[in-house]
Every structure is written in C-alpha cells, then in structure tokens.
C-alpha cells in the first residue's frame, strides 16, 4: 500500500510517499526555521502563510523524487492533531482535496501517534514495546502494545522537556532555536558542574518546573559575559536526561518490556540517545529513529496512516484539534 502522508502541525511542511508504513520513497520538508528565528519562536499565523506557499510545492518536489504518479497513490494522509490549528488545517484541505480528486481514500493521523510510527520505517520493529516520546509540546512514556494499541503510562504536569530546553537556553541567551544549540554546547561543559534536581513526583509524573528554576537560580549568579554556558548545558542536560531514562526503564520493568524506543524531535538529542543506548547492556533492545524522521517530517505520518490511522466512519468528516 502506497501513502502520501502530509505535514503542517507547527512550522515544518512535509510531504511523503512510504509504502507498507516502512518503506519510505520519498520525504521532502521545508523548514520554516530561518524564517521564525528574528521573533525567537514560532509565530503560528506566519507559519501557516508559509504552509500555503509551500504545500503544493512539496507535493510536487515527493512525486519527482518518488517517481510516481498521483494515481499511483493508494490512500492520502495527513497529520489531524494535535498543533496549531491554522496550520493543521492547510495540511488537512490539501490531502482531502487530493483524495476527493483522486478517488482515493483519505486517512487522518494523530501527530503523537505519527512520532512513534517513525520507529517502524526502515526497521522491522513490532509491538510490544515502551515508547519515551519527548518533543516540544509533549513528555510521555507510552505502552505501545499493539500498532493501534496505545496507553499512556505517564506524562509531565507542567513542561514538556522541548519547552524547558528552549526556556533554559534563553535564560542562557542562547538563540533560536534553543534547544538544538544547547545541546552541541553540552558537549564542551561538565555534567558534574552543577547538581540540578530531579523533581518528586508521582510515579505518572514528570515535572520540571523546578529545574527550570534552579537553572534560573543559578544563571544569575554571574555576569552575563562570565556566565559558564556549556557547563549549565551539560549539567542540565544530564538531569533530563536521567529523569527521562530512570522513569522509562522502571516502566518497562514493571511490565516486562525488554524493548525501549524514543519518538519526538527531543529524540535527537545526543545525550538522551546515549543513555538510551547503554541500556542495551542491561539486556534491552533499544531503538530510536534516524535523525531527519525525529523532528516533524510526513514519512511519519504515512507510516502512521498505514498503521495506525485515525478511526471514524467517515473519515473526510474529521477536523483538526489544537491539544490531545
């Protein structure tokens, strides 16, 4: 089965063909960084103009790459929620458009749902496994038991760990976007530089409220022009990192799962992945997806279309949701 999975949730427009949910033929993305960086995040009525000028571009640009023809497509996908409304919607129009035209039929996905999908492309990964995603908006550890089988088993109460990254390198002044930078500056710090806390919480929990003051608290210890910037990073970066890991390992455990994967652009982080990766000297199997498919993409959400698709009577009926 060939699907062509469309991205608009925040500021990356994607288009994608993947067949059979693994296979990816193409992935075209264009990123709307560059353009968002003057105002230090993302502005979502820009962002969404910027999607209107770019979907029919990108979807041109997959079926060159893919060398495939539109009648060729055996479903249209496109990523229904959660994100920012104006932008979800462009997405959502294209795809249904192109079904309706095509005769082809039309497959919602949940944007979540869609990261932990780009752990089955190019991998012959199955359920049942645990599934940490971390990404701007979101901070979950996930029971995937099934492909369309999903129970969230714990979430943060305040941030999501994207949100203090980019939180903490402002008060750093690093630039947009933040977190990125901070995390290649905690390659030239010490984690042992300072001690931040891990926040008790409930088991169900994450909270990181604290540490983001700690940070603060911290920082304004020094002039700005002496502030040591790459030993908060690595410092900080440790602490999230073993409060992600400890909590996900002890899931696992508790449910005798021997296979752990990170989902989400926060899946990129170098440290996060390292520590997933000792784990397999624990006797876990460990996982995460490729670089260019943790961040926003549409392979994802093909993938997601294929295994994982939105369940309705009529699917032309859904409209996008703006948190979930």
């Known amino acids: 089965m060939i699907i062509l999975g469309l991205e608009s949730s925040c500021d990356e427009t994607a288009c994608a063909i993947v067949k059979d949910g693994r296979e990816v033929l193409c992935n075209v993305v264009s990123s709307q960084i560059k353009i968002h960086e003057k105002f230090g995040g993302v502005v979502p009525e820009v962002a969404a103009r910027e999607h209107l000028n770019s979907i029919n571009i990108v979807v041109k640009e997959a079926y060159e790459k893919a060398n495939i023809s539109p009648n060729e497509i055996d479903a249209f996908s496109s990523t229904v929620g959660p994100g920012l409304v104006g932008c979800l919607l462009v997405g959502l129009n294209a795809a249904k458009t192109l079904s309706l035209v095509y005769d082809k039929p039309y497959l919602g996905a949940n944007h979540l749902n869609a990261h932990v999908s780009a752990n089955f492309i190019n991998s012959d990964l199955k359920p049942p496994f645990i599934c940490l995603l971390v990404s701007g908006g979101h901070t979950q550890i996930i029971s995937v038991e099934d492909y369309d089988k999903q129970t969230i088993l714990a979430q943060t109460i305040d941030d999501a760990v994207g949100e203090v990254y980019d939180k903490v390198a402002r008060l750093c002044s690093i630039p947009y976007p933040g977190g990125i930078l901070l995390d290649k500056m905690a390659h030239d710090g010490s984690k ?81 992945r390292k520590r997933l990766k000792e784990l397999e000297e624990k006797g876990y199997k460990t996982q995460a ?25 009529n699917s032309l009926m859904l409209e996008v949701f703006s948190r979930g």
């Not at 931040?196 to 700690?214: C, I, M, N």
């Not at 608290?217 to 990073?233: N, Q």
């Not at 390992?249 to 989902?263: C, H, R, S």
């Open 192 to 272: 042992d530089a300072f001690n931040f806390p891990q926040a008790k919480v409930k088991e169900d929990e994450f909270s990181f409220s604290g540490l983001k003051t700690a940070v603060l608290r911290e920082v304004k210890k020094f002039k700005p022009d002496e502030l040591p910037k790459a030993d908060i990073a690595a410092s900080f970066q440790y602490c999230i990192a073993d409060t992600l890991i400890k909590k996900t390992k002890y899931f696992a455990d508790k449910l005798g799962y021997k296979t752990i994967v990170l989902a989400g652009g926060v899946a990129a982080n170098s440290e996060l």
């Open 289 to 313: 997806p490729e670089l260019k498919y943790c961040t926003d993409n549409a392979a994802m959400v093909a993938s997601c279309a294929y295994f994982n698709p939105i369940k309705t009577d």
